[in-house]
């Protein structure tokens, strides 16, 4: 929960400050020099860009968690333990253990999202966090398409 609220506070920070930009930039593009123009249009851009990838971001946040909901009410979230370093995370060497099951396990039912998803949550164990999002994304994309059977 913690982790949540942080994570609503730096969006609500950027998003605060992304306002503050698109005025500075309106203030620029009102003065009637060209250099001026030119700064006020790029300040403009940049942050219509910043609220689109935040946008893009949070969707992708939203859908992954109604996913792993999904799947931990069916009772079939990944079972393995895996053991974590001093740091905190997760041994690679037993993370890449349990991989090798999911990945076999998205090959065999490549149109089921389930299984993608557990992929991506195996990546993520084995510290392959853009395989991970990759994964998950393609999790997103199968579930938009049509239910699958619970596997």
């Known amino acids: 929960m913690k982790t949540r ?3 609503l506070v730096m969006v609500a920070l950027l998003a605060l400050y992304m306002i503050f930009v698109i005025n ?9 020099q060209p ?5 006020g249009w790029a300040l403009l851009v940049l942050p219509l860009i910043g609220f689109w990838a935040l946008a893009a971001e949070l969707f992708f946040i939203f859908r992954a968690e109604r996913l792993l909901t999904t799947l931990e009410e069916e009772g079939a979230l990944p079972d393995e333990v895996v053991e974590l ?10 993370a890449d253990r349990a991989f090798d099951r999911y990945r076999t396990e998205a090959e065999a039912a490549p149109e089921s999202w389930r299984a993608w998803l557990r992929l991506g949550l ?7 966090r853009k395989r991970a999002r990759w994964a998950t994304r393609r999790a997103i994309a199968l579930s938009r ?3 699958t059977p619970a596997a």
């Open 85 to 94: 370093l001093p740091s905190g995370r997760p041994d690679p060497v037993t």
């Open 35 to 39: 250099i001026a123009n030119v700064m």
């Open 145 to 147: 398409v049509k239910p």
């Open 5 to 7: 609220i942080a994570a």
């Open 24 to 32: 500075y930039s309106i203030v620029l593009i009102r003065i009637d």
């Open 122 to 128: 195996a990546y993520d164990a084995s510290g392959d």
